[in-house]
């Protein structure tokens, strides 16, 4: 039993809670903005973060079919679950879905991949 696995699937799984949580803000209580927004960096950075942990799950399965296809598993939770909170958003008094919000989600999850495909191919290819 992998403990380093089940680790990254409950952080993966509290992280998600955490977006949904944040996406059911009404914007009543969001800050206003000013003049720059850094609201598509902030998006940028949160799915960063959450598919590192979503594809570090994977990598660390004790399924070797999970972690030879950790790429195309990661990659449509990364995209799926962007859409999906976006569209959730939609719901809350106030606040509306945006495309805009969604690229850069997906940004996040790119540059995530990208990383963690580096990874994984330095330190971690040998051991699985």
Sequence with gaps: MNIEKY????LSAAFAVLILALSSIPADYMPQRM???WDKVYHTIE???FILLVGMSYITSDKRRLRMKWIPYTL????V??????LYQSLIPG???S???VLADLSGVTIGIFILAIY???YLRDKS
């Design 99 to 101: 495309w805009f919000d």
């Design 47 to 49: 799915y960063f973060i």
């Design 76 to 79: 449509r939770i990364g995209i």
């Design 7 to 10: 680790n990254y699937q409950k």
């Design 95 to 97: 606040r509306y879905s």
């Design 81 to 86: 679950f962007p859409i999906v909170d976006e």
């Design 120 to 122: 994984y191919e330095k």
């Design 35 to 37: 003049f720059f927004s």
